[in-house]
């Protein structure tokens, strides 16, 4: 079992920044894709980034690409989602995610955290 625990989330003024991290325990790691899905009250999730645990491969959607970092510490067993330029709409709960499949795609996150909100004013 994966026990996924995010950290980092807060108050931001537009324009600004905030990093999250995720720690991530109870699984070979090196075997694992993570990645950060968000959702704002009244809507869907949405995928905000994804990794490879094995040999740091990124993926973003349009929607963050080039405002968004992802990284790992692999000697912590933890991921960080830095998040520059935040605009209002990116006000949502943001959720560590995980997977045993090594396929680089935004689907099919088999273990969640209990998320960490952010809150970006204008």
């Known amino acids: 079992q994966v026990h996924l625990a995010e950290s980092g989330g807060g108050l931001v003024q537009a324009g600004g920044s905030l990093r999250l991290s995720c720690s991530a325990s109870?699984?070979?790691?090196?075997?694992?894709?993570m990645g950060w899905f968000r959702q704002a009250p009244g809507k869907d999730p949405e995928n905000v980034g994804i990794?490879?645990?094995?040999?740091?491969?990124?993926w973003y959607p349009r929607i963050v690409k080039g405002r968004f970092t992802l990284s790992r510490d692999n000697s912590k067993n933890t991921v960080y989602l830095q998040m520059d330029d935040l605009k209002p709409e990116d006000t949502a709960m943001y959720y560590c995610v995980a997977k045993k499949s090594l396929v680089l795609v935004p689907n099919n996150f088999e273990y969640w955290g209990q998320g960490t909100q952010v809150s970006v004013s204008s």
């Open positions: 109870g699984y070979a790691f090196s075997e694992l894709t």
């Open positions: 990794i490879s645990w094995q040999n740091d491969r990124t």
